[in-house]
């Protein structure tokens, strides 16, 4: 199964399309999916748009071999995206991936039996106020643990990339079960030793099913992968996936398969895949 364990990284800053070539990549995808990339204005948001579709399709035809004109991808009205699951074939239980996208990255993850969720940040520094304002904001999301952490890791910087991590880890969590964000994250509180080590308590609970893990991509962006039990996951992603219930020895044998490093690809590897699958 370790196949199905997949982590793919684009800088999306080092590629400066003209508008041929961007009109180009567009074209590898479905019609149905131009739409909701070309209706951002900026530059940089479309191409973060199209990245994420691209890595998708290309990611699910490396791993798994189905051709591109088979593949179907389609949202959880929550928004989540899935493979749609007569097209996963019988080598994975439960093939599932997530994408994430901020600043300068788009990534994306896959597991072949647990649930898995994505999240990127970039630790920005906000414009229009503090830091210490800036953080606030958000306090009604963590624990009276996590907040203590953040408020007491050193200068305004050392918080602000503390409240990032925290965030970051909520959001992969909050995502592999297919939710929004906003439903009691306060109860959902991380643990960690260094960043390393990382485990989750929900309600006071700690969750075995769990494992997280955090990555420093570069250039002040980080990345967090969840996975989980997909008896987690709500109902309409449930209905997604191929199987649900899993005995302790068969889960466990997703849980503990080695995680993946990021590998690292650019616009032109994925546009690659595309043209010679297509010939």
Same mark, same amino acid.
């Given at each position: 199964?370790?196949? *199905?364990?997949?982590?793919?990284?684009?800088?999306?800053?080092?590629?400066?399309?003209?508008?041929?070539?961007?009109?180009?990549? +567009?074209?590898?995808?479905?019609?149905?999916?131009?739409?909701?990339?070309?209706?951002?204005?900026?530059?940089?948001?479309?191409?973060?748009?199209?990245?994420?579709?691209?890595?998708?399709?290309?990611?699910?035809?490396?791993?798994?071999?189905?051709?591109?004109?088979?593949?179907?991808?389609?949202?959880?009205?929550?928004?989540?995206?899935?493979?749609?699951?007569?097209?996963?074939g019988m080598d994975f239980p439960n093939f599932n991936?997530?994408?994430?996208?901020?600043?300068?990255?788009?990534?994306?993850?896959?597991?072949?039996?647990?649930?898995?969720?994505?999240?990127?940040?970039?630790?920005?520094?906000?414009?229009?106020?503090?830091?210490?304002?800036?953080?606030?904001?958000?306090?009604?999301?963590?624990?009276?643990?996590?907040?203590?952490?953040?408020?007491?890791?050193?200068?305004?910087?050392?918080?602000?990339?503390?409240?990032?991590?925290?965030?970051?880890?909520?959001?992969?969590?909050?995502?592999?079960?297919?939710?929004?964000?906003?439903?009691?994250?306060?109860?959902?509180?991380?643990?960690?030793?260094? &960043?390393?080590?990382?485990?989750?308590?929900?309600?006071?609970?700690?969750?075995?099913? &769990?494992?997280?893990?955090?990555?420093?991509?570069?250039?002040?962006?980080?990345?967090?992968?969840?996975? *989980?039990?997909?008896?987690?996951?709500?109902?309409?992603?449930?209905?997604?996936?191929?199987?649900?219930?899993?005995?302790?020895?068969?889960?466990?044998?997703? +849980?503990y398969l080695p995680d993946a490093p990021f590998l690292?690809?650019?616009?032109?590897?994925?546009?690659?895949?595309?043209?010679?699958?297509?010939?």
């Amino acid at each position: 199964m370790e196949k *199905g364990v997949q982590r793919w990284v684009v800088d999306i800053s080092k590629w400066d399309p003209t508008p041929h070539d961007f009109s180009f990549a +567009l074209y590898l995808l479905p019609q149905h999916h131009h739409s909701s990339i070309i209706k951002y204005v900026k530059l940089e948001d479309r191409k973060r748009a199209l990245v994420s579709r691209l890595l998708q399709y290309a990611l699910v035809h490396q791993v798994l071999g189905i051709p591109f004109e088979e593949i179907t991808i389609n949202r959880t009205i929550e928004g989540k995206p899935y493979l749609e699951i007569d097209k996963a074939g019988m080598d994975f239980p439960n093939f599932n991936f997530n994408v994430s996208h901020h600043g300068d990255y788009v990534a994306i993850a896959s597991e072949p039996l647990c649930l898995v969720g994505l999240d990127i940040v970039s630790c920005t520094i906000p414009l229009r106020e503090t830091i210490p304002e800036f953080v606030q904001n958000f306090s009604s999301y963590f624990s009276s643990f996590e907040w203590d952490n953040i408020l007491n890791a050193g200068t305004s910087d050392e918080i602000l990339i503390e409240f990032y991590r925290y965030w970051c880890l909520k959001e992969a969590y909050v995502k592999a079960i297919g939710i929004g964000v906003a439903y009691g994250l306060d109860k959902v509180e991380f643990h960690h030793t260094g &960043w390393g080590n990382i485990s989750v308590k929900i309600d006071g609970e700690t969750m075995t099913e &769990w494992k997280f893990w955090l990555f420093e991509l570069g250039k002040r962006h980080w990345a967090s992968v969840a996975k *989980g039990h997909p008896k987690s996951a709500t109902e309409s992603y449930k209905r997604t996936l191929r199987q649900s219930d899993f005995d302790e020895e068969d889960y466990n044998k997703g +849980l503990y398969l080695p995680d993946a490093p990021f590998l690292s690809k650019t616009v032109e590897q994925l546009i690659s895949i595309f043209c010679e699958a297509k010939g």
